[in-house]
């Protein structure tokens, strides 16, 4: 009996040990939980603040419970913590920012745009995916990681939507633009700001492959639905999915004439390099330049395929293997050069 009550305490005691023990016990999990939960609650409220700020508009604590799926009391709780912390004031029932919570809240955007960009042109995510990515993310990166992944994305300046990505000072691009539905017909537009909530209006517009700095024009503006053009297909879109497109004014063409697309090059022609497509960023941009697609580079068709995909280009002495996809972000001027019949022994897959 007393042997079962010995091991019955020590089982107690070892218990209590690992609740309690500093840093890694059950106690301190616990209490770092609760902390990355409140981190997470007022990190998303104050993303709320700012967008309806950036909007022109004042949050209020019924769209603050609206787009946190909160109840009103645990709304007004959370409001009341933010406003002891000196995160954001009260104003006859609306709510703004004081500069420190602006502070914090351009920190969570500046992550959340910065973690889609790396995961769109670095990791190769399809855009429909990012959004909820980068919505787990955004809680985890210090102003130090942030940092360091934008010197090595390269400073850009917008997200994949289009979305401006503050700086570490704080400074916002403002995005000129209107929506598509607004656009004159007949005009040719530059796509500039796709929204990506509500997710399925989203995800048609990504189906029919618009995408920031794709130039399209109007075709048809009927009250069931606008026909647009991108050049190479007609989509066509409900009011409801269009005004989710912001366009502005489409850049005048400095291609000379003759440009075309890598991707249209045909066997026994040759070409040099013009220029990447605008699009084309992060490490698909990095990749194709160290393959050699740089200004004035030679290339040609060194293997087709029967199938379509992937098609070999030869450039710089070395044969690689690009997908459609791939070679539609190179644009090229045809030379007049005869065909090289040397084939590289080495193929080089992007």
């Not at 009260?90 to 703004?96: F, I, N, Q």
């Not at 075709?219 to 050049?231: I, T």
């Not at 497509?277 to 160290?290: A, K, T, Y």
Request: charged letters at 25%.
């Amino acid at each position: 009996m007393t042997d079962s009550i010995s091991v019955w305490l020590l089982s107690l005691l070892l218990l209590a040990l690992a609740a309690a023990w500093p840093n890694v016990g059950l106690w301190a999990q616990w209490k770092r939980s609760l902390a990355q939960r409140d981190r997470r609650l007022f990190e998303d409220a104050l993303k709320h603040f700012i967008t309806w700020e950036h909007r022109s508009q004042a949050a209020t604590p019924e769209s603050l419970a609206g787009a946190l799926a909160l109840s009103q009391r645990r709304t007004l709780d959370l409001i009341v913590r933010m406003e002891t912390r000196g995160l954001v004031r009260s104003d006859t029932g609306a709510l703004t920012l004081t500069p420190e919570g602006e502070r914090w809240a351009l920190h969570v955007v500046r992550a959340h745009r910065l973690w889609e960009t790396y995961l769109s042109d670095d990791a190769g995510m399809p855009m429909e995916r990012v959004h909820r990515a980068a919505e787990i993310a955004e809680h985890q990166l210090s102003a130090e990681n942030l940092d360091q992944l934008d010197a090595h994305l390269g400073h850009p300046e917008s997200d994949p939507h289009g979305d401006p990505i503050p700086t570490v000072e704080g400074a916002v691009k403002p995005l000129d633009a209107v929506a598509l539905t607004e656009w004159p017909q007949g005009e040719p537009a530059r796509v500039v700001h796709i929204e990506d909530e509500p997710d399925v209006i989203f995800r048609q517009i990504v189906a029919a492959g618009l995408r920031p700095g794709s130039t399209i024009r109007i075709l048809e503006n009927s009250p069931q639905r606008l026909v647009v053009s991108d050049g190479s297909a007609e989509h066509r879109l409900a009011h409801v999915v269009a005004a989710n497109i912001q366009v502005a004014e489409a850049q005048r063409a400095t291609r000379p004439t003759g440009t075309r697309r890598l991707s249209e090059l045909r066997a026994g022609e040759a070409a040099e390099v013009f220029e990447l497509d605008v699009s084309c960023r992060g490490f698909s941009r990095r990749r194709l330049l160290d393959l050699g697609m740089t200004p004035q580079a030679r290339v040609e068709v060194a293997l087709d395929n029967p199938f379509g995909d992937p098609r070999g280009f030869r450039v710089r002495g070395t044969t690689i293997a690009l997908r459609k996809q791939q070679a539609d972000k190179v644009w090229i001027k045809t030379q007049k050069v005869s065909h090289d019949p040397e084939s590289a022994a080495e193929v080089t897959h992007a």
